[in-house]
């Protein structure tokens, strides 16, 4: 598309009801909150807007200004967002599986959001570009493999085999599959919302590295 469908909302039409709504997005004290925080608050240095009218717990990126148009939708949905980043998951894992949905949607703001997050949750460049080769990169423990097997998965069909459940069982108990299953659903979904409402970069935010292949069309 030429433009976004929903453009950011500026921060100036921002009223006690959005700044309500984002308040439920106080982060938990981990390396991956801290550098989502630390970019945020790059761009909104950027963006150069009035001192008082920004919301104090975070500040201004594009897919939260998108979100402001919606202050209902916007608390509903942040708050259980937010506790995909307190779930039973590790950062690690959480910022794996994100990437790997951001990579087989295709979805430029995903993927270059959380492959930030996974660095700072300690996943090296290299790790990162495995997680776009996928499972079958050698890098990867059994209980990776299987991770990045059932987002594949969960993508594709909707599903996880009965494989790879068993090999995930193996390592994650009922309350971490249960928050995998979820937290995959979750970007799967925002993939979407970014994709049909047009969600551009944040200012300074780095896209798809230009010499990797993206992965065929998903069925």
Avoid: C
């Avoid at 100036?12 to 009801?17: F, G, I, N």
């Avoid at 259980?80 to 950062?91: A, E, G, I, Q, V």
């Avoid at 299987?146 to 969960?154: F, G, K």
Wanted: aromatic share 8%.
């Amino acid at each position: 598309m030429s433009e976004p469908r929903i453009p950011p909302r500026p921060v100036a039409e921002w009223d006690a009801e959005v700044r309500d709504a984002l308040s439920v997005l106080a982060m938990p004290d981990n390396a991956a909150a801290r550098a989502a925080e630390a970019m945020a608050a790059a761009r909104a240095a950027q963006a150069a807007q009035p001192a008082g009218e920004r919301p104090k717990r975070r500040p201004l990126s594009n897919m939260v200004a998108i979100f402001t148009w919606h202050p209902a939708l916007a608390k509903a949905f942040l708050t259980f967002n937010t506790h995909l980043f307190r779930s039973t998951l590790s950062d690690r894992v959480r910022e794996m599986v994100t990437v790997r949905v951001g990579w087989l949607r295709r979805n430029e703001y995903e993927w270059a959001q959380h492959a930030a997050m996974a660095r700072a949750a300690g996943m090296s460049q290299e790790e990162i570009d495995g997680i776009g080769e996928g499972p079958g990169w050698q890098g990867w423990s059994p209980l990776e493999a299987a991770l990045l097997r059932s987002v594949d998965e969960m993508v594709a069909d909707r599903h996880v085999s009965d494989e790879t459940w068993q090999a995930l069982a193996k390592h994650l108990d009922r309350r971490e599959l249960m928050d995998l299953v979820f937290t995959v659903g979750t970007y799967d979904l925002l993939a979407m919302a970014f994709d049909t409402f047009g969600l551009e970069l944040d200012p300074g935010m780095s896209g798809f590295p230009p010499s990797e292949e993206l992965p065929a069309e998903l069925d």
